[in-house]
């Protein structure tokens, strides 16, 4: 699965710290995530969707 998070958080001009803290995930998930190491639950997906105000499939895509 590829993401646009690292994207989103830049913009924002969000640390991997803040995203984090905002979402109640470590730093680690972040960059997990970011690097496309782990896909994340459908209710961090959500979470993630809704911090940025986007839908779950403009910021997630399968491969």
Do not use: C, H
């Not at 109640?24 to 998930?29: D, E, I």
């Not at 209710?43 to 910021?59: H, P, R, Y």
């Amino acid at each position: 699965m590829q993401n646009r998070l690292r994207e989103l958080r830049k913009a924002r001009g969000l640390r991997q710290e803040d995203l984090a803290a905002s979402l109640g995930v470590s730093r680690q998930t972040i960059i997990a995530i970011e690097n496309n190491k782990y896909a994340p639950t459908l209710e961090l997906a959500m979470k993630i969707s809704v911090f940025f105000d986007l839908t779950v499939n403009d910021i997630f895509t399968l491969t």
